[in-house]
């Protein structure tokens, strides 16, 4: 059997169902920069960049050059020791965080970071209670999925941790009615990804500050998929000069090169630890070979102002993708995002979903948003050329023309 088989048997055949579906029954063999080529020597373009993860590109030199001096030194801590890289990032994150964020607990992931939020949320406020947003996307651990609102995923997993109002997003006033004497903290995604892209309306995170510090609350603003310049500011809370409580981060804090998740607090926050220094911790998170590949991701991506370059090239995306909606009305629903996070919302998920088999046929990859199907989200590495840009829009107008001509055969 080939890898594509034994995966389907061994790891998840439903996934490998709709893989098959989108003609991605392929198995990868390497990658470069924005390309990815498959085992058949196909070579793809990546606009969907792992969710957001790969903003520096696939192996970015800097990245690979600096994990693989710390893998032949040591590449896991002894843990009773202080391990360099960790320490340094830490301090390298609370330098550029917003606001005095000056604690951070390291983990391996973006919903490792964001149980980490949960319970230091409650271990401050002494609070059990959160508020989330509907669509909001934060894990699948359990308590990052008890603030996940889907149905879908939430269902087979209950009883799922208390406590949990949902409201609409981008709408600040439902937060205030929600709040209540058992609030500990409203965690919020500046833009939603998963959700299909959605930018608040302007004002909305500020908002939320000025309502949270009124009642006495914590903001947790989940920047796992925004964070490290992909809204076209290193984080999104920027853009309203918001600082909050807790900021989660994860996904591109890895340079694309290793998971690592980071949980920034404000100092006051983790007090806990000068008398439970083990009341939450891991053996693997904040390991020097991920510290050191955070490192190196921060430092190529403030060097070479990553965050203006995503503002830049995410304008003429957008731009184009205008052009193929006033080619395609019937099709495209709406094209919106901001800096390199940028939706196309189909009128039906269906449609949706031919055009990402079409596009992986033409060598483009990309991907619905987990919690809307309607929406196809492109997240290329912010190192993109305009040339790729072209590319992958002369390939969404060949899939939509393709499309039509499918579904022309049908009616
Ligand atoms: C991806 C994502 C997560 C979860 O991160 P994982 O590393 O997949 O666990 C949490 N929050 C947001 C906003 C995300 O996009």
């Given at each position: 059997m080939n890898a594509f088989e034994l995966y389907e048997r061994h790891v998840n055949p439903g996934l490998a169902g709709l893989l098959r579906f989108t003609g991605l029954d392929k198995v990868e063999s390497h990658a470069e920069g924005v390309y990815v080529w498959d085992t058949e020597g196909k070579r793809y373009l990546d606009f969907l960049g792992l969710y957001g993860t790969l903003s520096l590109g696939h192996r970015h030199p800097r990245v690979v050059q600096a994990v693989k001096d710390q893998l032949d030194k040591?590449?896991?801590?002894?843990?009773v020791m202080v391990s360099e890289p960790t320490a340094r990032l830490a301090a390298r994150l609370a330098e550029v965080?917003?606001?005095?964020?000056?604690m951070v607990f390291f983990s391996n992931s973006g919903t490792e970071a964001v149980e980490a939020a949960l319970k230091f949320a409650r271990f401050y406020t002494g609070k059990p209670g959160f508020i989330t947003t509907q669509n909001g996307y934060h894990g699948k651990t359990l308590g990052a999925l008890s603030v996940t609102p889907k149905e879908r995923y939430q269902h087979p997993a209950?009883?799922?941790?208390?406590?949990v109002t949902v409201v609409p997003f981008g709408d600040a006033q439902a937060v205030e009615a929600a709040?209540?004497?058992?609030?500990a903290a409203v965690i919020v995604e500046p833009i939603q990804g998963e959700g299909g892209i959605r930018v608040p309306p302007e004002g909305y995170l500020r908002e939320l500050r000025r309502i949270t510090r009124e009642k006495g609350v914590l903001l947790i603003a989940d920047?796992?998929?925004?964070?490290?310049?992909?809204?076209?500011?290193?984080?999104?809370?920027n853009w309203e000069g918001v600082e909050p409580d807790i900021l989660v981060s994860a996904k591109a804090l890895g340079g694309g090169v290793m998971p690592i998740g980071a949980t920034l607090c404000r100092p006051e926050i983790l007090q806990i630890y000068k008398t439970e220094p083990l009341i939450h911790s891991t053996t693997?998170?904040?390991?020097p070979l991920a510290c050191a590949a955070g490192l190196a991701a921060l430092e190529v991506t403030l060097e070479q102002d990553l965050p203006g370059r995503a503002l830049e090239q995410g304008q003429y995306l957008i731009g184009s993708l205008q052009q193929l909606w006033n080619t395609y009305p019937e099709f495209i629903q709406e094209v919106r995002g901001r800096g390199l996070m940028v939706g196309l919302e189909f009128t039906d998920a269906d449609i949706g979903g031919l055009v990402v088999a079409e596009l992986a046929t033409r060598g483009v990859l990309t991907a619905f948003g987990l919690n809307d199907p309607k929406v196809v989200r492109l997240e290329p590495?912010?190192?993109?050329?305009k040339s790729h840009i072209d590319e992958c829009v002369a390939a969404l107008d060949q899939a939509l023309a393709a499309t039509k001509v499918a579904l022309e055969g049908v009616l």
């Open positions: 040591m590449p896991m801590s002894v843990r965080a917003p606001g005095p964020l000056e209950r009883p799922l941790v208390p406590g709040l209540g004497p058992d609030t920047e796992v998929q925004t964070g490290l310049g992909r809204s076209g500011k290193l984080w999104a809370v693997f998170g904040g390991n590495p912010l190192i993109v050329e």
